[in-house]
């Protein structure tokens, strides 16, 4: 029996039990609703999402063909439209996530208004807008399968059989758009407690995957900018240690943590762990400190203080503010440990926030990681802060150089210029970035490749032709040619903007409650029919 008609048969079955009292109850109107809303709490999904998280990880792990990839939504309307996109496009949304960023939140979802990426806005948001997206994609559900149910019902009125089985069958493999959301926690919001509780709203709300990053939580700066401060290793692990336990008292026990480092570009640290024995974790951090020799007391001035390091008193550099400095050129290396003891502690996939697109370098680190922690994997941030033209242009014109080939057309500093736009380089450069996430998930152990705030970009770009041309010499033409027209062509299930917004549905549960009584919104007036 097809789950359709069993569930159909059990809330018949139900209403027997009533001796009559629920007899306007049409059990496969019960039916339908409750197979269009398949999850009933977010704790439903981020149990159903991290399982697919974690098949996809063994799937990469066997083949790195097989990585993941996501896009950055500020709002639930876009996340949902995204994966309508996405299953209209390709048929399914296997190996598609969707990702939060804290810094769209903190830009776009913030009572203050627009905010840079310093962690002020309100903690609550984030899960708000977990709970958002997982809404607009149960809509999806709703309604796509609302669209089926009314194909199902129109067969069976024209007595086709076969037609009516072949949509059943489309009914009972139905794949739901929800899929697993990567949430962005930044640096926990305060101390180990403050994460575990932020923690726990997140995975109630939906979250099966959180991403934590070792940054000084009241000093977080986006990965993109300067005046990162991060922290000793066993303040991040506490954190590990908050958002793990967050999932296991929450019955997910395949809750998934992206550990990020920002230590490529972090040349602070807030304060000196204390070290117990030698080699320890402590000890390791604080062998990357920018110190100098003491060799009397005239190398120190007042309220300075000294470590012992390798056997000797040195003086760790401060800052006026405080903080103290770390060696240069010692990034990488901090990184590699970084990796390292997050992988055996307790997290499941890093984030190295680096400050260019450049599969070499990343694989360099990786390859390091991956001597002491085989499995090693990333999740990397495809990020609108690198200037992508530019970094893969100048890419190609290091290795032609590298090559010995003749590059004297081209100046390196300007490659940016579209005068560069048609060259065989530019061509080149191009087919580079189109690979490179198929390049570092093979080379450079990317399991996820996302892009933190292209729907940020992309509403900018899209409102800003709009407005060009409404507001301009084209008027309303701007908006029929540029939109509708485009929406009409391409299929863009949007350009029902009623049905998009749960007209139809509304209809459907008019229907089912009052019978030949209701009032609905879809009849012949109706200028949706003009898109019929």
């Known amino acids: 029996m097809s789950a359709y008609r069993e569930t159909v048969n059990n809330f018949a079955q139900l209403r027997e039990k009533h001796a009559g009292k629920w007899d306007t109850i049409n059990p496969e109107h019960a039916a339908r609703m409750t197979l269009q809303n398949r999850f009933r709490t977010g704790l439903d999904i981020a149990r159903y999402t991290a399982g697919i998280m974690r098949r996809d990880m063994a799937a990469y792990d066997e083949d790195p063909s097989c990585y993941t990839q996501s896009l950055g939504c500020w709002h639930g309307f876009i996340g949902q439209q995204k994966m309508i996109s996405i299953k209209k496009h390709f048929g399914t949304t296997k190996g598609r996530y969707l990702y939060l960023s804290g810094w769209m939140v903190a830009a776009m979802r913030s009572e203050f208004g627009p905010l840079p990426d310093q962690s002020m806005h309100e903690k609550t948001s984030v899960p708000a807008l977990i709970e958002e997206l997982y809404t607009f994609l149960r809509q999806a559900d709703a309604r796509e399968l609302g669209h089926m149910f009314r194909e199902l019902d129109a067969a069976r009125a024209k007595g086709d059989e076969i037609a009516a089985r072949a949509v059943q069958e489309r009914i009972d493999h139905y794949e739901t758009h929800i899929v697993p959301i990567i949430a962005d926690i930044d640096a926990g919001f305060g101390n180990e407690e403050a994460t575990y509780l932020l923690a726990k709203r997140m995975i109630e709300a939906g979250a099966c995957c959180i991403q934590l990053e070792n940054q000084v939580s009241d000093a977080k700066q986006c990965g993109h900018q300067d005046g990162k401060v991060t922290v000793p290793h066993e303040d991040f692990l506490a954190k590990i240690n908050a958002v793990r336990y967050a999932f296991l008292e929450l019955g997910v026990e395949d809750g998934v943590i992206v550990a990020r480092t920002d230590s490529l570009g972090a040349g602070l640290t807030q304060k000196i762990p204390v070290s117990t024995e030698p080699g320890d974790l402590a000890a390791q951090y604080n062998s990357f400190l920018h110190t100098t020799p003491i060799c009397n007391d005239d190398d120190l001035a007042d309220g300075e203080m000294i470590i012992k390091l390798d056997g000797q008193l040195k003086k760790p550099l401060r800052m006026p503010n405080g903080l103290y400095l770390f060696r240069p050129g010692t990034g990488e290396d901090r990184v590699v440990l970084d990796c390292i003891t997050a992988l055996q502690n307790g997290a499941d996939l890093l984030w190295i926030e680096t400050e260019k697109p450049h599969v070499g370098q990343i694989a360099s680190m990786v390859n390091r990681i991956r ?104 008027g309303m033409l701007a908006y029929v040619r540029n939109v509708q027209r ?4 391409q299929g863009l299930a949007c350009v029902k903007h009623q049905d998009m917004a749960g007209s139809n549905l509304g209809d459907d549960h008019k229907e089912y409650f009052s019978s030949e009584r209701a009032l609905k919104a879809g009849g012949k007036d109706n200028t949706m029919n003009q898109f019929a």
Do not use: C
């Open 371 to 474: 001597e002491v922690v085989p499995d090693a994997k990333l999740v990397y941030n495809n990020s609108p802060s690198f200037n992508w033209t530019l970094n893969f242009r100048q890419q190609v014109y290091d290795a032609w150089e590298q090559e010995g080939k003749d590059v004297s057309a081209y100046d390196r500093t300007r490659l940016m210029s579209a005068e560069y736009d048609e060259t065989e380089l530019a061509a080149v450069a191009d087919e580079w970035t189109r690979n490179f996430q198929r390049d570092a998930a093979r080379d450079a152990g990317i399991f996820h490749h996302l892009i933190t705030l292209p729907t940020y970009h992309t509403a900018a770009l899209s409102t800003d032709n709009l407005a060009k041309g409404y507001f301009g010499d084209e």
């Open 486 to 489: 485009q929406e009409i062509r």
